[in-house]
Every structure is written in structure tokens, then in C-alpha cells.
């Protein structure tokens, strides 16, 4: 499994673009990258997923540079409610089976 | 649209208890995943199922097992439960185990043993 690092936590205030960049180095050719929102005492959320260039949907945009071991979610225009932790998932095959696995996510938290 | 159903929501047990939470998925769902989530820390993944049958292991303690049943329902049952316990448990779903589809999670059993 590709290990993930990211920010233990960021700051930001309402109304900016929040960027969490994600680093996997040894991500495989056929990983695919996910990043989730988890609220306090809740499960976690699907935000978004990709495997190369650019993916957009309405919530978040997923950026992944051609070689592929790291990637950015960016927020546009963050309010009081997307104060959550993200976390970046790589998923793949290992040994015939899958994984979903979490590691360290970022707290984000937005200030008024 | 209907979503994952964990039960109970929350439960309380007595040290070397046994406890069991359930998970339902969403309907057409063939892969379940189970995880506990501590106080502050981040989901670790114990358990996975596929059609029934376990497709991968995490980090579950030999006390605790799972099974998945022939309506897809998935059971993890804790026993001589301790203190460490203490939890959040999740459980999500998913279509099939392929690579881009996305998991749906529960909203969670909160465990506590006292």
C-alpha cells in the first residue's frame, strides 16, 4: 500500500481557497487517489477521486501532477462548515484483495 | 436514498463483556468494511468482506471477529472486551470492490466499556 503524508492541520479563513497537498511516492500504476471529510463523531465523507491531471466536481477540485506521487485538493471559498479532517486515500490492489485504508488527515479548521 | 445502518447507535459494556454491532449496507452493496476510530485518532481499518466472504484483515485484535451474511448484513462481534475498547465503530460499503466507486460509511456505533 502507498504510504500518505499530509498536514497534521491548517488554518484558514472563510472565503479563502484551501489547498491540502498530499504526498504518496510510491504510488502504483493502477492506485487510484481519494479524499474523504470526516466531521466530529461522524463517518467519513467522499469528496473526491482521480488518477491523473485534473478532476473537478461541485464540492472540490483534485489536482495530480504526471508523475503522480502527490496530489491537492483544493477547496474554492471555504465556510464555517467545511472545518473538518480530510484525508487522502490511495487505493489499489495487494495481494488479490482491496484496501481502504486511513492514515494521518489534515484538521482544517476555518476561521470566521 | 437509503443509507448504511449501523445498530446500535450507542452501547455500553462492562469489562469482559461481549458486544455485538451490526451493519447494514446500502441495498446492491456487496463489500463491507469495518473500522474503529479512538478518541482523537484517525479510522484503522479492521476487516473487510466481499460477497461474504473476508477479502483483507487490518489491525483486528484476535477477541474480535465478522462475518458477512447472505443478505449482505455484516456482524463484528467484540468479546472479554476491555477498557482500550472504548470507541467509535464504522462500518461502509460499496457497490464492488473496484477501484472507482466510493464508499459509503454509517454514521457509526459509539462503544464505550466501563
Known amino acids: 500500500l502507498a504510504k500518505t503524508t499530509q498536514p497534521i492541520s491548517m488554518d484558514s479563513y472563510e472565503g479563502q481557497e484551501v489547498n491540502i497537498t498530499c504526498s504518496h511516492n510510491?504510488?502504483?500504476?493502477?492506485?487510484?487517489i481519494t479524499w474523504y471529510q470526516q466531521f466530529p463523531s461522524q463517518g467519513p465523507r467522499f469528496i473526491i477521486q482521480g488518477y491523473k491531471t485534473k478532476v473537478t466536481n461541485e464540492v472540490a477540485s483534485l489536482f495530480i501532477p504526471a508523475d503522480r506521487k502527490s496530489s491537492t485538493l483544493s477547496l474554492p471559498r471555504v465556510s464555517l462548515s467545511d472545518t473538518a479532517v480530510y484525508y487522502c486515500l490511495v487505493e489499489g490492489a495487494g495481494a488479490g484483495s482491496y484496501q481502504l485504508t486511513f492514515g494521518k488527515g489534515t484538521k482544517l479548521s476555518v476561521i470566521p | 436514498a437509503a443509507g448504511v445502518i449501523q445498530s446500535p447507535r450507542h452501547l455500553i459494556k462492562e469489562k469482559r463483556e461481549t458486544a455485538t454491532l451490526k451493519c447494514y449496507p446500502i441495498p446492491r452493496h456487496d463489500t463491507v468494511y469495518w473500522y474503529q476510530q479512538g478518541p482523537g485518532q484517525d479510522p484503522q481499518f479492521l476487516i473487510s468482506?466481499?460477497?461474504?466472504?473476508?477479502?483483507d484483515k487490518g489491525s483486528i485484535p484476535d477477541r474480535f471477529s465478522a462475518q458477512q451474511f447472505s443478505d449482505y448484513h455484516s456482524e463484528l462481534n467484540m468479546s472479554s472486551l476491555e477498557l482500550g475498547d472504548s470507541a467509535l465503530y464504522f462500518c461502509?460499503?460499496?457497490?464492488?470492490?473496484?477501484?472507482?466507486?466510493?464508499?459509503?460509511f454509517g454514521q457509526g456505533t459509539r462503544l464505550t466499556v466501563v
Open positions: 510510491n504510488i502504483a500504476t493502477n492506485d487510484y
Open positions: 461502509a460499503s460499496r457497490p464492488s470492490p473496484s477501484l472507482n466507486t466510493e464508499a459509503f
Open positions: 468482506f466481499y460477497e461474504k466472504m473476508q477479502s
